[in-house]
């Protein structure tokens, strides 16, 4: 039996590893030990090089990522049978014999089996680096709860697209130093984010105020920032609320933290949306865990829309007979968050210091030169312009330096 015969029969064997197994890229190497063609060697390649022309970083990538079962269990601290330890190292000791197969002999052995003069063809070629899987895997094992596995080992940012967590590949977000005024608010929110992260004891979190403010641009900035800390974003739209149980259950066992993020949070009357986040807040039995809080932002201090004819004649809430009893439960909800935070639209000159931080991050050049804008004139034209949008704010400060920046 040749050496690849025998890593053909060693990656079939991979079975707490399976899913390394089964990447479209091993499975093409698998083929191309198997079959010696140029076809099967282009397809490998093709799959190959998107990630970059390493093999041996390709496999070590796999294994770091993966989140099989054996990871969970060691990042939920579960007790392992001594034959399972085991066979992970055997696996892993397999997975680096692959990681280290040679482009060069490969490429004969195909060009041997399929034309006679070898100089007629070139076939592209792939690299290996000297790696110890065993040695990787154990040192990341190790890290776990700053690191992650699977797609919270890749990804900061998630969201919930039926029923499930998935990634933000792109996510849009500001960093903290392109944050300006406002830092008492976002030292609340940078405090309370720490006290998750250390498990001195975090609350949940609701910011409220004013349109523009930048309330869900401190929580994104603050959870980009604490990513290598081991904290991580998931984000549920209003009308995925009643999924909170689910969401909090799929991340319990996560050594990981988690802001569970709601934007823009209001209701109308009762929903069930409202009664999944009260249950919530409250402490019910799928409440947050020790690795989890909810940080919600809004433009209501009382988050439930209520019109004049709920207090009069209970409309909205079925001809409750007990109107008053349902409406005080509704109007607390804000209450339950165990910290609220207010941002307000900022003052003449709060807004004016956004506005120059901003012309100064944009690299607009305030002066009297040919090519630069007065003090003056950027105070009238930014005035000006909160006036047309609504008032002042830092969003009104940064649309404003935006089109400035290209001359409109």
């Not at 409750?320 to 968050?337: I, K």
């Not at 935070?341 to 012309?359: C, E, M, N, Q």
Request: glycine share 6%; net charge negative.
């Amino acid at each position: 039996m040749s050496i690849y015969d025998e890593l053909k029969i060693k990656i079939d064997s991979l079975a707490i590893f399976s899913s390394v197994k089964d990447d479209p890229a091993v499975a093409a190497l698998r083929r191309l030990l198997d079959a010696n063609s140029v076809a099967a060697y282009s397809e490998f390649i093709e799959l190959l090089y998107p990630e970059g022309a390493s093999l041996s970083a390709y496999i070590r990538k796999l294994v770091l990522e993966d989140d099989n079962f054996y990871v969970k269990a060691v990042a939920a601290g579960k007790k392992l049978d001594p034959e399972i330890i085991a066979a992970v190292k055997n696996e892993l000791s397999v997975l680096t014999e692959i990681s280290q197969i040679p482009s060069a002999d490969i490429r004969q052995r195909v060009l041997d089996a399929n034309v006679s003069n070898a100089d007629s063809l070139v076939l592209p070629k792939w690299k290996t680096e000297e790696c110890n899987l065993v040695k990787d895997f154990t040192g990341k094992l190790t890290n776990i709860a700053v690191t992650g596995y699977g797609i919270y080992a890749k990804y900061t940012f998630f969201r919930v697209e039926d029923g499930k967590i998935v990634p933000v590949a792109h996510p849009d977000y500001q960093k903290l130093d392109q944050l300006f005024e406002y830092k008492r608010e976002r030292d609340l929110v940078i405090r309370n984010t720490e006290a998750l992260l250390d498990g001195s004891g975090a609350s949940n979190m609701l910011l409220y105020g004013d349109m523009g403010t930048g309330k869900s641009s401190t929580i994104k900035a603050v959870a980009a920032a604490y990513a290598d800390q081991g904290l991580r974003m998931i984000e549920l739209k209003k009308n995925q609320l009643f999924q909170i149980p689910a969401v909090m259950e799929e991340i319990a066992a996560n050594p990981l933290k988690f802001i569970i993020f709601i934007d823009d949070l209001s209701f109308a009357g009762n929903d069930d949306n409202f009664s999944a986040l009260k249950a919530t807040l409250e402490g019910s039995i799928t409440g947050c865990g020790d690795n989890s809080v909810i940080y919600a932002t809004s433009n209501r201090r009382h988050l439930v829309r209520e019109s004049a004819s709920d207090r009069v004649s209970g409309a909205g809430f079925d001809d409750d007979l007990h109107l008053n009893d349902t409406m005080q439960e509704t109007m607390s909800l804000a209450a339950r968050f165990g910290l609220t935070i207010t941002f307000s639209k900022p003052g003449k000159d709060a807004y004016l210091s956004i506005v120059r931080s901003l012309a100064d991050e944009y690299g607009i050049a305030i002066g009297d030169g040919e090519d630069e804008i007065t003090e003056e004139e950027l105070i009238t034209k930014a005035e000006a312009f909160a006036i047309r949008r609504n008032g002042r704010s830092p969003r009104t400060a940064r649309q404003f330096i935006e089109l400035l920046k290209i001359g409109l």
